[in-house]
């Protein structure tokens, strides 16, 4: 048989032609809409970055507190796996090994992302610490598990690291899928450390995602401008706003692009030719935001049992650890 080689052009293909079928699938769904996983191109990444030194966008920070106030209690030194889905630039997880101090065994840290770069930057940033190992998982976050999954010695004890509110970019049947299959990835004993945007004023959730410089606006805008590029498409970025709304009832926000004016649209790439009335809107993400009861609540469903929880009273944040049961 001959071997299949994949070289990174056949990768690029793959991926443009899934990220061209997926277009042209959402945006002629009632209502429009595009996955949030496409946000974040090289431009989207480092945009995001931008968002989470934002005054209005608070998450990032009352994590880093609350990681550093209880990284003793968190990485305990029984722990002797981490593994981090979506490590950004490493900085979280830097936090909680300095804020748990010295004398504990070798680390193993297993760091998962699709993006090569940004576990080249993570990597970076954990290389300085003694007696650790870097692992890092080219993967998506479910693939990431089950490679982990499967490679376990008996004495590991592991421990998850699923932050930044990540979860909240999930529908609650995805959010609930997830969580079981990270749980599939850990033996009982085992720990998953979740970090949780909370429920607060709309007002405070509204400037956090339509923030006064605009830079969540760009953010939301590049997806049309990365369609463009990569895809062939003729969006005029004028014609569109960036849209914010809290959706009380479901407890999220979401974030649309609204079309100015009626205007037609081509993404040659994806063979999509269609017509945006005038305050049509395309939706782009959702963040749910969550009460500290029911991220107990969903944890407990999804086979784990709840060790910690700490609130930022501040920005209203959460840290929830729980042991995989
Ligand atoms: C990555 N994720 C948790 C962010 C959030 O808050 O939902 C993405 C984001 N979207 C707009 N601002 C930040």
Known sequence: MTPTLTTPSTITSASRCRFADDVRDFLTQQPRQLPSHYLYDELGSALFEAICRLPWYPLTRAELRLLEAHAREILDPGVTTVIELGPGSGVKLSALIAGAGTGRGPLDL???DVSRSALDEA???????????IVPHERTYEAGLEEFGH??????????????????NFDPQGRDAFLRTVRAA????????????LV???????????????????????????????????????GFTHRALW?????????????????????????????????????????????????????????FGVRAQWIDAVDGFALTLAEAL
């Open 110 to 112: 297993h760091i998962v």
């Open 123 to 133: 990597s970076r940033s954990l290389e300085g610490f003694e007696n650790v190992r």
């Open 151 to 168: 490679a376990r010695s008996v004495s590991e004890r592991r421990l998850a690291l699923f932050l930044g509110s990540n979860i909240g």
């Open 186 to 197: 850990l033996n009982p004993r085992d720990a998953l450390l979740l970090g949780v945007d």
């Open 200 to 238: 607060k004023p709309e007002r405070e959730l509204l400037l956090a995602y339509d923030d006064p410089l605009g830079v969540t606006a760009a953010f939301n805008l590049n997806l049309l401008a990365r369609i463009n590029r990569e895809l062939r498409g003729d969006f005029d970025l004028d």
């Open 247 to 303: 959706n009380e009832e479901s407890s999220r926000i979401e974030m649309h692009l609204r079309s100015n004016r009626r205007q037609s649209i081509r993404v040659h790439e994806a063979g999509l030719d269609f017509v945006m009335g005038e305050g049509e809107m395309i939706w782009t993400e959702s963040s749910y935001k969550y009460d500290p009861p029911e991220i107990v609540s969903m944890l407990e469903r999804s086979g």
